[in-house]
């Protein structure tokens, strides 16, 4: 994944949920009124990127590792 974050998808479905996948599957459903702000951050952002976020797969290598420097303990 590096930098690029990718092969997310998304789709709004029935109910007013929006289910997200990442290559194919399903990783993630939003509801509620989580649905509106991630609609709205779709289209003012990096969608790939967003999702990434929103699922939680977006810490890889050294971010885990900065979790635990000093600098970011408090």
Do not use: C
Not at 3 to 22: L, Q
Not at 44 to 60: E, F, I, K, S, V
């Amino acid at each position: 994944m590096g930098d690029e974050a990718t092969g997310f998808a998304y789709r709004e479905r029935s109910g007013g949920e929006v289910a997200i996948s990442h290559h194919g599957r399903q990783v993630a459903i939003i509801r509620g009124p989580s649905v509106a702000r991630f609609l709205t951050e779709i289209v003012d952002g990096d969608p790939q990127q967003l999702m990434a976020r929103w699922t939680g797969n977006y810490r890889r290598g050294n971010e885990r590792q900065a979790k635990r420097h000093p600098r970011n303990e408090g």
